[in-house]
């Protein structure tokens, strides 16, 4: 499945590239002037190598950091992008799917602008699922083929080293569950129909969404209520202290609590558990395709 040895796609022109990855037109100058350096080679290379090596390999090969400069990891991820597309065709990936899962890379760039004020790429790391082609958009979820860990064994249902799809919630738009109903089928033929070889059956998801926490503060009919009772608990978490806040606030900044809106119930039970002086954690659970 890997074809790291192949040579390297034809670089595409920079409005080419931009639209592709969905970029805000805020952003644009600044990742022009990105592209156009030359006097990161040699940080930008090692990156490029590291993706590569991983590169269709379902994260069975680990990503390297060489660096954890931003800017170096976008500059390697427009390098990368015509290979990512011409892997993809090769696998008969339809263009919506790519164009959509690239899409990615100009909402975190929003994000970073949003968040900080300024141009940057704070989720980075977050973006090597694209660019080792080991995550693909389908509809209103995202689902990154992976294997499981041990931490995910359910008896009779996950043993460790099976393949599942681990599901990630993109920011656009309202969670709606007719939709996550339509990604959840979308990503049942998908996966049969590109990845035979990695028969999946069970959808994974590890976040705070799954805090019980949560689960008793937002009413079942919600959009996130009824996605969150989608899965069965695997009794594994983790603290994963300012990622609600993160996620749905766009901030870590502890200081900023008393200013943050309290207009959904999913923004109160956020804020509640600091106030309580809790720590927020990241759960794993599990849903049969």
Known sequence: MTDRNAPM?????????????????????????????????EQVAPVVAALRRSFGSFNQIPVDEP??????WLKAFFTLTPRVVAWSRRHDIPDRVIRDTLAD?????????RVTGEFGLQTWRWLTYHYTVRLF????LQFALERA???????????????????????????????????LAAAK????EHFPQHPVSVVTCDSWMLDPFLLDRVAPESNVGSFVRRFTPIGHS??????ALYFVFRTRDLSRLDELPRDTSLQRA???????GETWQVTWGYLKL
């Open 67 to 72: 660096t954890q400069d931003p800017l170096v």
């Open 238 to 243: 983790s603290d994963g202290h300012t990622d």
């Open 270 to 276: 956020v804020l509640e558990r600091f106030e309580l």
């Open 105 to 113: 890379v100009g909402r975190h760039i929003a994000i970073s602008r």
């Open 137 to 140: 958009a389908l509809g209103r």
């Open 9 to 41: 796609a034809a670089a595409y022109d920079p409005d080419t590239l931009f639209d592709l990855l969905a970029i805000e037109e805020v952003d644009r100058a600044d990742c022009a002037r990105l592209l156009a350096r030359t006097d990161d080679a």
């Open 149 to 183: 860990a041990p931490t995910s064994e359910v008896d009779g249902v996950i043993k460790a080293g099976d393949w599942v799809l681990a599901v990630h919630i993109p920011e656009s738009g309202p969670l709606l569950p007719s939709l996550v109903d339509e990604s």
């Open 189 to 192: 033929q998908f996966f049969a």
